[in-house]
Nanobody
Framework: QVQLVESGGASVQPGGSLTLSCTAS????????MYWVRQAPGEGLDWVSS????????YYADSVKGRFTISRDNAKNTMYLRMDGLRPEDTAIYYC????????????WGQGTQVTISS
């Protein structure tokens, strides 16, 4: 079955950097668009970034544009989110999400990884 396992979450100071990873299994990874979605404490889900199946097209929420970089290594069935210039408002659980079809709406979700930005 589809499995998505996030890692790399941590507690860092404002201005710091983190790289999240999402390792996928149970489906042909290189066929699907992938997404990062986050949920801040007490808030709803917030789309962060998207990447197409071959990694040639990437998209970002305005709130993270210029600070976050999404990428993928299809040979390793892994997606990444490099986060620089972290702010307290980036504090959230970050979820790796696979598209429901090869592209489009959200389908399968990982368990999430906690990112906390605090001085």
């Amino acid at each position: 079955q589809v499995q998505l396992v996030e890692s790399g979450g941590a507690s860092v100071q404002p201005g710091g950097s983190l790289t999240l990873s999402c390792t996928a299994s149970g489906f042909p990874f290189s066929t699907y668009w992938m997404y990062w979605v986050r949920q801040a404490p007490g808030e709803g889900l917030d789309w962060v970034s998207s990447i197409n199946n071959l990694g040639g097209a990437t998209y970002y929420a305005d709130s993270v544009k210029g600070r976050f970089t999404i990428s993928r290594d299809n040979a390793k069935n892994t997606m990444y989110l490099r986060m620089d210039g972290l702010r307290p408002e980036d504090t959230a659980i970050y979820y790796c999400v696979r598209a429901a079809g090869v592209a489009g709406t959200f389908g399968s979700w990982g368990q999430g990884t906690q990112v906390t930005i605090s001085s």
